[in-house]
């Protein structure tokens, strides 16, 4: 009987030994992982951030009723930290381009310091707001960094401020220019790119962008400060901003993320 056992276990090694050596050349199947998660651009999205800016100016003395010129051309400028808000709307096509369309707004606090040599008078001026409107068109350099190009129309709006004289100390002269909104154009450009890989939240993006505004000339009145009426002369004044800002953008995509296929 002991014999028997024997023989039947020694037949059964024989037989499994073939099958296991089978097994261990054989590779091992890897599990298959699921398809990598790409960003989707196309959606709406509202942003929000802050940054510095500087305006530039060409300003000079005018008669209001004939626009005579009085004294000579001067250049002044000022520049200040501002808050934008903003939102918009991407359209991805192809494998790598964004289109769309956006609309911001720009809380603002550059100030700086008016002088006419021809009258002659300072103040102290101060940029308050812009908002713009447009369009931009960008690459994706990779599936989350989008680079782009932007342009459109644009306002801006420059508070009313008093005028002293320029000597030593300086005194009130009793009248101000007024304030003034200006119409413009604006084109500018930046990145933008999405956190999803670096904090646990889907659609957050950060974005940074260089921005530059020319606005047309425009005769402001210099008016009298008690009554507000026309004192006779006005300031041409044309307008140059540039804006650089950073801040985040939160995404609410059509559909959400697309899985990549191959």
Known sequence: MKKSILCLAAIGALIA?????????LPAKAPIAPPPVVTNWTGCYIDGGIGYGMYNQESSSIVTATGAAIGVPV???????????????????GSSWVIGAFADFDFMDL??????????????????SAWYAGGRLGYLI???????????YTQTRFDAFGLNSAFVPAVPTGLNVAAHTYNGWFIGGGYEYALS?????????????????????????VVITATGAGFGVSENMKKYTQTITSGLVWRFNFGGPVAARY
């Not at 030994?17 to 050349?25: E, S």
Request: proline share 7%; hydrophobic share 30%; aromatic share 14%.
């Open 17 to 25: 030994a073939p099958a296991m050596a089978a097994d261990l050349r």
């Open 75 to 93: 250049t002044n400028g000022g520049r200040g930290w501002l808050g934008r808000l903003g939102g918009g709307c991407d359209y991805q096509f």
């Open 111 to 128: 100030n700086g310091h008016f002088g006419d040599p021809s009258g002659p008078v300072t103040g102290n001026e101060k940029e308050s």
């Open 142 to 152: 990779s599936p989350t960094f989008l680079g782009y190009i932007d342009g459109g």
């Open 197 to 221: 890989g670096i904090l646990p939240l889907n659609g957050l993006y950060w974005r940074t962008e260089y921005r530059f505004a020319q606005y047309e000339a425009a005769n402001v009145p």
